[in-house]
Each structure stands twice: as structure tokens, then as C-alpha cells.
């Protein structure tokens, strides 16, 4: 179960730059890491934890609406993002095993889930792909990684989540699911591993070098044990 931004694409830097020169225009502070800690939860949470912090009340409806509209306006006036270095290779590897690759992302920018099937074709299915346009909660609930499991009939100990951003990876942790975080961006791998991270990449080509040995270990009865040793304590 793929995160996409930041994970397929290479596009926080833009969303994060976006983000914070927005807010300042309204007159609120967002640096770019803070940017970078929010990955994941919808524009309007995103006001709200600010404009609570600087004002110590919510952003008004219309608020949020110019203020998001702003965002969306400026993000697209950035360079298109470009696909994430190793995670065709990877896709394709995992596609050729059988195993089925599915997106899961709290992004509604049409203009990026249509780039999908262009960047990666024949690796996913539309009506296995779960957006914004699916989901009530979004990141950090678990239910966005819920629903792909309840999309594809899959157990939680029959999936990997692979996750960029803090709240990403509190959302599959959540969700009962084995996630792998592969930091793309500039915070440190303790936030990460803070959020419950099982495994962690520095990138996506280490993510794709490391592939195989990772599906060994994930097929290897011994794993297996272990792995559903962790998941029936957690439950506990
Ligand atoms: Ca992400």
C-alpha cells in the first residue's frame, strides 16, 4: 500500500514551499519542515492547528477556503514533480511477483492521479486506489489503509505500507499494518521511528535494493511467526 507524495512523486518540496509562502501571504507562520510534519492531514485541519496556535481559535470557513485555494493555485504553479528515483523499479518487481501495488493518498489533486497511470503504467488499478475523494478522516486515522484493506479483501498482516511522513506512518501503525517508512525528506528518522515505523529506508532506490531481501524475510515461515507474534500482543 503506496503513499504517494513524497513516496511516488517528489512532490513535498513543492506542496511544502506552497504551504508555508501561503500562509505567510495570510499572515500566519508555517515554516517548511512544519510543512513537512502536517504531510498527510487535509488543508483544512492544516489552518486549523495554525491559526489555533496564533490566535487561539479556528480558521473561518471562508478562511479556509481562500487560504486553500491559495495553496492549490500556487502548487500548481510549480514545476511538475517528478517520479521518485527506484519506485518504478520497485512497483515493477512487485507487480511481476504477483503481489497486488495499490495507492493510498490523501492527495485530491486530480492533476497527480491522473500523472499515475502515465508515470506507472499497468502497475495500478483505479478501483483499488484510495484518495481523498474516498475517505472521511483521512491521515492520521487509520481508516484510509482500513479501507484499502476492505478494497482488495485483505488481512492487515497481509499488506506493507510504505510511508513517507510522520502521520502517514501513524496511520498504517494504526491500522495494524507492517509499515515501512522511506525518508525523502528533511526530518530526521527519529520522527519516524517515534511513530511506530517497523522498518525504515532512507530513500526509495534503497527501498528497490533492498526489495528482495526483504520479500525472503517477509515469506520466510520464521518471519511469518514473529510478525503475527507482534500483531496478537499489540491486540493484547
Ligand atoms: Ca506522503
Known amino acids: 500500500l503506496f503513499d504517494m507524495d513524497g513516496v511516488l512523486f517528489n512532490s513535498m518540496p513543492n506542496h511544502a514551499e506552497s504551504w508555508h509562502k501561503v500562509m505567510l501571504r495570510f499572515g500566519f507562520g508555517l515554516s517548511r519542515d512544519e510543512a513537512y510534519m502536517h504531510e498527510g492531514r487535509t488543508g ?10 496564533e490566535r487561539g481559535h479556528d480558521a473561518t470557513e471562508e ?21 521518485m528515483p527506484g519506485a518504478y523499479e520497485v512497483l515493477t518487481k512487485i507487480k511481476e511477483e504477483g503481489l497486488i501495488p495499490m495507492v493510498v493518498t490523501g492527495s485530491g489533486q486530480t492533476s497527480l492521479l491522473d500523472r499515475l497511470n502515465h508515470n506507472f503504467p499497468g502497475i495500478f488499478k483505479k478501483e483499488l486506489m484510495v484518495t481523498a475523494f474516498n475517505v472521511k478522516y483521512g491521515k492520521p486515522n487509520p481508516e484510509p489503509y482500513l479501507m484499502a484493506l476492505k478494497k482488495a479483501h485483505l488481512q492487515p498482516n497481509e499488506a506493507l505500507v510504505i510511508e513517507n511522513a510522520p ?8 491500522a495494524g499494518i507492517f509499515t515501512i517508512a522511506v525518508n525523502t525528506g528533511p526530518l530526521p528518522d527519529q520522527v519516524l521511528w517515534d511513530e511506530g515505523a517497523n522498518l525504515l529506508f532512507p530513500s526509495m532506490p534503497a527501498f528497490n535494493e533492498n526489495w528482495e531481501i526483504l520479500k525472503n524475510l517477509f515469506t520466510s515461515t520464521l518471519c511469518l511467526q514473529i510478525l503475527r507474534k507482534i500483531q496478537n500482543d499489540k491486540t493484547k
Do not use: D, H, W
Open 44 to 53: 483544512a485541519s492544516t489552518i486549523n492547528i495554525i491559526s489555533r496556535r
Open 167 to 174: 502521520l502517514g506512518v501513524q496511520a498504517g501503525v494504526a
Open 63 to 83: 478562511e479556509i477556503k481562500a487560504i486553500y485555494q491559495a495553496k492549490t493555485e500556487e502548487f500548481n504553479k510549480c514545476p511538475m514533480a517528478e517520479r
